[in-house]
């Protein structure tokens, strides 16, 4: 099992810098000039790679009025399926030049296939690594078919048991996915934070020894910081230009400036993370010398005896370690010593008798 994911010439895992993603999805309104603006936005805003999602109304579902068809409880209650889909599909003939787009900028460009004809079309393509949605985790066949292409693969949990995850993980390994991450993922839209339980990402790692992250449908930037500071190596979240618009994902996604403001949040808990580390760092070893230390508070003349009055530990760190107090105390001074001392043991004559 590899506990790293490789893109590309991109190392993603423990240890390894976040990988940020934006999503697309269907916030480009059906305008192609729209989704490179959005791909732009998203390399300005400080994000690895770029996602989009292949399908067709088609090929994701039917044109059907039958009640089971219908969207119910959601931001999208009303519409049936065929319908929201034929809003929010990115039509395929843009995608091989939005690959370029995003190549061009030094972004990686990936895409969630939805079927087998989604599949090929991104294997024709030469993606570098496939994605795999929450809803299609159970969809063994399709997982079979993306892991026969060899590619790594990235795959969203959400609304998965602990059972459904294994069953999904073993059918991508045993069709040929040398590289898999897992994605913690609440599919609500958009996720309230007590459903987030982002404690689960750690256990993901330790039960399936891979890279995990984070498919986010929060709103805001806390989730994504919070999940990386439990241990999220990944990071997926919806960019849009504007939340005013009116598409099917507006609404819990990012402008630009917040995903901006999300990835140097991600980058400064990077930083603030570092390694487990006991010793002083180099900032902290100049403040050293403010710890306490022991210094003689009173005048002392010779041969006088260092008790709690003249003997104290005190800032700053010039005298003796404060370990030594106890045996100071009741020992003579070998000289005079003028208040303000830092105390060494050459001050430190022999004990009273």
């Not at 889909?85 to 895409?111: I, K, N």
């Not at 949605?133 to 079979?144: N, Q, R």
């Not at 003689?296 to 404060?322: C, K, W, Y």
Request: a negative charge; charged letters at 20%.
């Amino acid at each position: 099992m590899n506990q790293c994911l490789h893109i590309h010439n991109r190392k993603i895992g423990a240890g390894q810098p976040v990988f940020i993603v934006a999503e697309m999805s269907a916030n480009h309104g059906q305008d192609f000039d729209q989704a490179v603006k959005i791909i732009r936005a998203a390399k300005e805003a400080g994000a690895d790679g770029v996602k989009l999602q292949t399908y067709t109304p088609d090929t994701i579902t039917i044109d059907c009025d039958n009640d089971c068809f219908v969207i119910k409880d959601t931001i999208w209650a009303g519409k049936s399926l065929y319908q929201l889909y034929g809003e929010a599909y990115t039509p395929w003939e843009w995608q091989p030049e939005l690959q370029q787009v995003a190549h061009s900028l030094g972004l990686e460009f990936f895409s969630t296939p939805f079927d087998a004809s989604a599949v090929d079309f991104l294997e024709g393509m030469d993606v570098r690594v496939h994605k795999v949605a929450s809803f299609e985790l159970v969809d063994l066949p399709l997982l079979k078919k993306i892991g026969g292409t060899g590619k790594p693969v990235i795959l969203s949990t959400g609304m998965a048991t602990l059972a459904e995850i294994d069953e999904a993980v073993r059918a991508l390994r045993q069709s040929g996915a040398s590289e898999l991450a897992l994605l913690k993922c609440t599919s609500a839209y958009p996720a309230p934070l007590e459903e987030m339980n982002l404690r689960t990402i750690a256990h993901l790692a330790e039960a399936f020894a891979v890279p995990v992250g984070l498919s986010d449908h929060s709103m805001g930037v806390a989730v994504p910081v919070a999940a990386v500071s439990v241990g999220a190596c990944i990071i997926e979240k919806h960019l849009t230009l504007s939340r005013s618009s009116t598409g099917p994902d507006s609404a819990f996604s990012l402008e630009p400036a917040e995903f901006k403001a999300m990835v140097n949040a991600v980058r400064q808990t990077e930083q603030a993370l570092g390694r487990v580390r006991y010793d002083p760092t180099a900032k902290e070893k100049q403040s050293r010398i403010f710890r306490r230390s022991l210094f003689v508070v009173r005048d002392m003349a010779a041969g006088e005896e260092f008790t709690q009055r003249n003997t104290a530990s005190i800032r700053p760190g010039h005298g003796l370690h404060p370990r030594y107090l106890e045996m100071v105390l009741g020992r003579r001074a070998s000289v005079a010593i003028t208040r303000g001392t830092p105390l060494a043991w050459e001050l430190v004559g022999e004990a009273s008798r």
